[in-house]
C-alpha cells in the first residue's frame, strides 16, 4: 500500500475525531463500565478495612462495618475537598480572569476546529439519516 495513503489516514485529527466520536455514541457503556470497576475497587477496599478491623482492634461484625462505614465517609470528604481545592488553585493560576479563560478557549478552538468539526459533521448527517 502507499505510504502516503496510510500516512493521510493515520492523522491526528482524523484519530481524534474517531475517538470523539466513538465516545459520543458509546459514553454509556464506558461510563458504565468506569463506574462497575470503581465500585469493585471499593468493595474490596472496603472488604479489606473490615478484616483488618475485625482481626486488629478484635470488633465485632456490625461494630466493624460501622467503623468501616465513617473510614469510607471520612475518606470522601477528604478527598472531594482536596481535589475541590487543587482544581480551584490551578484554574486559578492558569487563567486569573473569566476573560482569559474565554481567550484560550476559542485559541484552543481555532487551532483545532477541524478535530471539532469532523465528529459534529458526522453527529449531522447522521442525525439527519435517522
Same mark, same amino acid.
Given at each position: ?12 485529527? !482524523?484519530i !481524534?475525531s #474517531?475517538?470523539?466520536?466513538? !465516545?459520543?455514541?458509546?459514553? /454509556?457503556a464506558?461510563l &458504565?463500565?468506569?463506574l462497575? #470497576?470503581?465500585? *469493585? ?6 472488604? #479489606? *478495612?473490615d ?9 465485632? &461484625? ?8 465513617w *473510614? &469510607?465517609? &471520612? ?5 472531594? #475537598? ?5 482544581? /480551584?488553585?490551578?484554574?486559578?493560576? $492558569?487563567?486569573?480572569?473569566?476573560? $482569559?479563560?474565554?481567550?484560550?478557549? $476559542?485559541g484552543?478552538? /481555532?487551532?483545532?476546529?477541524l ?7 458526522v ?8
Amino acid at each position: 500500500m502507499d505510504q502516503k495513503l496510510i500516512k493521510s489516514w493515520v492523522s491526528p485529527p !482524523l484519530i !481524534l475525531s #474517531a475517538l470523539v466520536l466513538v !465516545l459520543w455514541f458509546s459514553w /454509556r457503556a464506558i461510563l &458504565g463500565f468506569i463506574l462497575h #470497576a470503581l465500585l *469493585i475497587v471499593a468493595e474490596v477496599l472496603e472488604l #479489606a *478495612i473490615d478484616h483488618l478491623l475485625e482481626n486488629v482492634l478484635h470488633l465485632e &461484625g456490625h461494630s466493624a462495618q460501622m467503623y468501616t462505614a465513617w *473510614i &469510607g465517609v &471520612g475518606a470522601f470528604i477528604s478527598l472531594t #475537598a482536596y481535589s475541590y481545592s487543587h482544581a /480551584r488553585q490551578y484554574l486559578f493560576a $492558569k487563567f486569573q480572569t473569566w476573560d $482569559k479563560f474565554v481567550f484560550v478557549l $476559542k485559541g484552543w478552538a /481555532r487551532e483545532h476546529w477541524l478535530t471539532l468539526a469532523l465528529p459534529l459533521l458526522v453527529l449531522l448527517i447522521t442525525a439527519s439519516i435517522f
